[in-house]
């Protein structure tokens, strides 16, 4: 008989609420857990029960254990060696979770629920007590898997690079200042992308970015042949020292969002309208004979817009070099933007973080749920490599 027929339609039928068929779960799970550590104390043993003992090492009892698991509270058997060495992997010594409730319990926590939010959450639903600082002792597991994932090997070569900040309060020598997440996300060659780290420093600045490069580099990374950043003053040059072949992209959304920053309200909606026919040119000469439009019109008035327009003219209108399919995903950083706002979303309960530890714990488990969903390559992939090919076919292939 195949497994999936043993819960067949005729046996679920004996199942008249929902209370019912949780208890009968409940009791599954309770004796598939002691059938479990049956087997993993045989193991330990090397014999199995009624068998003779081939070492020094007999079977000594059974203790009574109270464990948690998202069917609520139980006592299970667990099965005892003479010499004490037996440590179970399912409920290991000192504690009473089943890795279910503590997915929950981090799950729960990256969603930026807080320790005590989740206690009254486990205590309604599941009918038991978690203690904060359990919950604390739980989530703070997190801190190994950040410290590995961070350190874990990156790919030699990534096609584009995003890269941005996101800042937060954190309490330091007893006071609250920002602090910056650097964020930096990959598209690689099989075409899905990838979070390439978290970094946290004080204020966004071209130095720091330097470190993130330079580790990111440490980590395996080779070649970067495009990168999206916002106009950081410096971060372009940044860039070209550590990685000197890397076409550069300022995001044309952060220069719009800055020209017009001391627009009069009277004027925005044609000085954005004459903006547009700059970066909606269908070429970078196109482009040009638009900016020059556009000083002609508004440069008594705006000069600075128009400054930042010249100053930054080739980072800006580096998506011109490139198709069509390409130009749509590096002339804006939508991508690591649209990021930051669900790390925004699961973060916004938490005003301020009381560590740095606090708040790279809360932004890697963010992170991590944001994007569950990244499992397929960008869309309209097999053009986009295609192109990607004929443009930098050797250093794709390295």
Not at 73 to 79: L, T
Not at 161 to 173: A, C, L, S, T, Y
Not at 335 to 361: C, H, Q, W
Not at 367 to 375: D, N, V
Request: hydrophobic share 35%; net charge positive; charged share 30%.
């Amino acid at each position: 008989m195949k497994k999936e027929d043993l819960f067949d339609d005729e046996f679920l039928k004996q199942f008249k609420s929902g209370e019912e068929l949780s208890s009968f779960l409940k009791q599954l799970q309770k004796r598939g857990l002691e059938k479990m550590l049956e087997g993993e104390l045989d193991g330990h043993l090397d014999y199995e029960k009624h068998q003779k003992s081939g070492s020094g090492n007999t079977r000594n009892g059974y203790s009574q254990k109270k464990v948690r698991s998202s069917f609520g509270e139980d006592h299970i058997k667990v099965p005892r060696d003479r010499d004490g060495s037996f440590n179970p992997m399912i409920v290991p010594k000192r504690q009473n979770m089943v890795d279910g409730i503590e997915n929950v319990i981090v799950s729960l926590y990256a969603k930026g629920m807080s320790n005590s939010d989740i206690e009254e959450q486990i205590s309604e639903v599941y009918g038991f007590e978690v203690s904060t600082s359990t919950i604390s002792r739980i989530t703070d597991h997190i801190s190994n898997d950040i410290v590995a994932w961070q350190n874990r090997p990156l790919e030699p070569v990534y096609l584009i690079v995003w890269m941005d900040g996101i800042v937060f309060k954190v309490r330091e020598n007893s006071k609250v200042i920002n602090k910056t997440v650097y964020i930096a996300v990959g598209l690689r060659r099989d075409g899905k992308k990838e979070v390439l780290g978290l970094w946290l420093g004080k204020n966004e600045s071209a130095a720091f970015w330097m470190s993130v490069l330079t580790d990111m580099k440490a980590r395996g990374v080779e070649d970067i042949l495009i990168t999206a950043t916002d106009n950081l003053n410096g971060f372009t040059d940044t860039i070209k020292n550590v990685f000197p072949e890397s076409t550069t992209q300022i995001c044309v959304v952060h220069q719009i969002r800055n020209a017009c920053r001391y627009v009069v309200w009277k004027d925005k909606k044609a000085f954005n309208k004459d903006m547009k026919l700059i970066y909606d040119a269908p070429t970078k000469q196109a482009a040009e004979a638009a900016l020059e439009d556009f000083a002609c019109k508004w440069n008594d008035k705006y000069s600075y817009a128009i400054k930042s327009w010249r100053d930054n003219w080739e980072d800006l209108t580096a998506f011109y070099e490139f198709p069509v399919e390409i130009r749509r995903i590096i002339y804006t950083t939508n991508l690591i933007e649209n990021l930051n706002g669900k790390i925004r979303k699961y973060t916004k309960n938490k005003l301020s973080f009381p560590t740095d530890d606090a708040v790279m714990k809360s932004v890697y488990l963010a992170t991590r749920e944001a994007t569950k969903k990244w499992t397929m390559p960008v869309r309209k992939w097999g053009i986009i490599l295609n192109q990607f090919l004929t443009i930098y076919e050797e250093r794709v292939q390295l």
